[in-house]
């Protein structure tokens, strides 16, 4: 892990300063995001992020999400719906089952940009979400006990936001590129800190934004995985189109950092690779969690968004 961060710092160093008058590029941040180790993770200095977003309901945090556009925000679809209670939770061989759940209304949902602690309460930087985009195909089932989401990820409309040092976008990837196994990947969030198992419900939230850097391991060791493999059998319909698989050496997103963004860097800045979406507790040795494939949905994100405005991602050196 040492030589991964050395490496990568020289990397980060590449980012020149920001001016706030001027934000021509997605994906940019002024500071370094990359650390050896949200559980086992370390803080973020303000704005490392700029695109990580709060996701609030009446005034309480609840998951986390990102930037995309200047109306658009990525989240997971699990973020802005709830289970039935009472109704069939089994893979669908057809995805969108839509007797599982019931969607959030607009109006109770708001938006926080900007922040970096727990408390931030800039009016600004608060929106009000106007319109919900879940994608069309998200289900939600029993695994073995252990509720699993599939086609997980959704929109959020908001009104324009203005562009600055600590409200950049993260850039989306192209339509089905894929990160390559053994990738670092950052993730970052104001979820719990805290180790968890399935049974624990007490939740130590932190007072900053964390990060931390997992990583991307092949798709078949997660199907071999003994913890966590017998959720991705053929029989619940899961493949590497629709998630992939993080895991870190003592460190883990955990409650809170759902709908979050999983990032990795590039040349043209950062790169929005994952959200995440489910895992069997937290920090457990050798429990690899599961993220949505964004990749797989550009295409989707795209068509659902076409008012919003993206920034280019930045040219090759």
């Not at 009000?128 to 879940?134: A, E, F, K, M, Y």
């Not at 995985?225 to 590497?240: K, R, T």
């Not at 895991?247 to 979050?260: F, W």
């Amino acid at each position: 892990m040492e030589c991964v961060r050395i490496c990568l710092l020289s990397i980060a160093a590449l980012f020149s300063t920001i001016c706030a008058a001027d934000v021509p590029y997605c994906g940019l941040t002024n500071a370094d995001p990359f650390s050896d180790r949200i559980v086992g993770g370390i803080e973020s200095i303000p704005h490392e992020f700029p695109w990580m977003v709060k996701l609030k309901k009446k005034n309480t945090f609840y998951c986390g999400a990102a930037l995309i556009a200047d109306k658009y925000v990525l989240t997971a679809g699990h973020c802005v719906c709830l289970y039935e209670e009472g109704t069939p939770r089994e893979p669908k061989a057809v995805r969108g089952n839509i007797v599982n759940y019931y969607l959030f209304q607009a109006a109770d949902i708001k938006a926080e940009l900007g922040s970096h602690t727990t408390v931030d309460k800039d009016p600004n930087l608060l929106r009000q979400v106007t319109g919900i985009i879940l994608h069309p195909e998200y289900d939600v089932f029993l695994s073995n006990g252990i509720m699993i989401q599939t086609n997980d990820l959704a929109l959020l409309k908001i009104p324009a936001v203005q562009f600055s040092t600590s409200v950049i976008p993260i850039c989306l990837p192209n339509q089905g590129d894929r990160v390559p196994d053994n990738s670092v990947v950052i993730v970052a969030g104001w979820g719990s800190t805290n180790t968890e198992t399935v049974e624990d419900k007490v939740t130590k939230l932190p007072d900053v934004l964390m990060k931390t850097a997992l990583i991307k391991i092949p798709w078949e060791t997660c199907r071999k995985n003994p913890n966590v493999g017998i959720h991705l059998e053929p029989a619940n319909n899961m493949n590497d189109k629709e998630i992939f698989c993080l895991i870190g050496n003592n460190t883990d997103a955990c409650r809170g950092d759902s709908g979050g963004p999983a990032v990795v860097y590039t040349v043209q800045g950062f790169v929005v690779a994952g959200i995440v979406s489910w895992g069997i507790g937290c920090n457990q040795i050798n429990y690899p969690a599961a993220y949505t494939q964004v990749s797989s949905y550009v295409d989707f994100i795209q068509s659902s968004s076409k008012d919003g405005v993206y920034l280019p991602k930045r040219p090759w050196m």
